[in-house]
């Protein structure tokens, strides 16, 4: 039921930053966790970050140092704060949330394209 849709995806330079966030159709406060994941052309789907509702914020590899997610439960929105961006950021960035209770508790939203170039 929840809709989940992106914003501030775009294009950026090598070096530069975006800030992504996804507004929630109604409260978050009962997902057990919202995240982030991106796909890049010809590439599985990868995990970016995620954050519980105890506020517990975890993140891959690829951007550990770099991105930064965050939450506000009053706005029902969820941030990824992207500094330092590489070329091999690129990718179509979506927004997850899932309550804990298996498949039909996950959701996702359309994607927004974030495309590192110079």
């Known amino acids: 039921q929840v809709q989940l849709v992106e914003f501030g995806g775009g294009l950026v330079q090598p070096g530069g930053t975006l800030r992504l966030f996804c507004a929630a159709s109604?409260?978050?406060?009962?997902?057990?966790?919202m995240g982030w994941y991106r796909q890049a052309p010809g590439k599985q789907r990868e995990w970016v970050a995620s954050?519980?509702?105890?506020?517990?914020?975890n993140y891959g590899e690829s951007v550990q140092g770099r991105f930064t997610i965050s939450r506000d439960n009053a706005d029902n929105a969820v941030y990824l704060q992207m500094n330092s961006l590489k070329f091999e950021d690129t990718a179509v960035y979506y927004c997850q949330s899932d309550l804990g209770t298996g498949p039909r508790g996950v959701n996702w939203g359309q994607g927004i394209q974030v495309t590192v170039s110079s």
């Open positions: 954050i519980t509702q105890s506020g517990l914020r």
């Open positions: 109604g409260s978050i406060s009962r997902f057990y966790a």
